[in-house]
């Protein structure tokens, strides 16, 4: 690939910002009309748009890991499509491990256009909801 011989480098080097939860090294790599679509969830457009979606997420959980399955690059534009296994742990302590499939386009600079992340988010956000109804705040009032 001409623009980005080394995408196992940059998609591995992207993944450490990624799951370090480093939300302004993640944003760097995005062209500034790029996207991001995460599982069924309106598409984030701008890098505007992003960091909320990014600070949601981040603010929802402590860690997140990938557990690659296969990762090929698709065209010699910079499009890539990831296999993961995708271990999420909320601020409560719980742990999921969700399949997950994504696909990155980007442009001939580099920067990502498009961040599509193909999973079913319905585990996660089970477990948010859960967690947020058993916190003492959501009882009306402060633990003692």
Do not use: K
Request: with cysteine; charged share 20%; hydrophobic share 45%.
């Amino acid at each position: 690939m001409t623009d980005t011989p080394d995408w196992i480098g940059w998609t591995e080097s992207f993944y450490t910002d990624v799951e370090a939860l480093s939300i302004d090294r993640v944003l760097d790599r995005f062209a500034p009309g790029g996207e991001l679509v995460f599982g069924n969830n309106p598409p984030a457009v701008g890098r505007v748009a992003i960091r909320e979606a990014l600070d949601g997420l981040r603010a929802a959980l402590a860690g997140i890991r990938h557990e690659w399955r296969n990762c090929w690059q698709v065209d010699d534009r910079g499009t890539v499509l990831l296999e993961a296994r995708v271990h999420y742990i909320t601020r409560g302590g719980t742990e999921l491990t969700l399949p997950c499939v994504t696909v990155i386009a980007r442009a001939p600079s580099g920067a990502v256009t498009s961040l599509r992340i193909h999973l079913d988010t319905s585990p996660l956000f089970a477990a948010l909801a859960a967690e947020a109804a058993t916190a003492p705040e959501a009882a009306g009032g402060l633990a003692t």
